[in-house]
């Protein structure tokens, strides 16, 4: 089994900072994609960021240079650093992991539980 196990979400006021951390756990031969996604009160799951196995990033307008994702391939963790936040970013943020777990496997999508980011004015 595998698991997406979120942390670093939580209240904030506008203008401030958050970190996601999302570390993948069980049982994992190799990683593709990481990523994050977000469902707005109301509106359907929308991307967030991307990022490749070899480092390739790719964001949604909305957050290009406000949001930075990186990963720890030794750690199959990927991090979301979220800066000037806006009322607009409040969301249920999901960690993504496109994930094989043996060689002759193919690679499935996995979903983190969410955690709540929320952002006041």
């Known amino acids: 089994q595998v698991q997406l196990v979120e942390s670093g979400g939580g209240l904030v006021q506008a203008g401030g900072s958050l970190k996601l951390s999302c570390a993948a756990s069980g049982s994992i031969f190799s990683i593709n994609d990481m990523g994050w996604y977000r469902q707005p009160p109301g509106k359907q799951r929308e991307l967030v960021a991307l990022?490749?196995?070899?480092?390739?990033?790719n964001y949604a307008d909305s957050v290009k240079g406000r949001f930075t994702i990186s990963r720890d391939n030794a750690k199959n963790t990927v991090y979301l650093q979220m800066n000037s936040l806006e009322p607009e970013d409040t969301a249920v943020h999901y960690c993504?992991?496109?994930?094989?777990?043996?060689?002759?496997?193919?690679?499935?999508?996995?979903w983190g539980q969410g955690t709540q980011v929320t952002v006041s004015s």
């Open positions: 990022i490749s196995s070899d480092g390739r990033t």
């Open positions: 993504y992991a496109r994930i094989r777990t043996r060689f002759s496997a193919p690679f499935y999508d996995y």
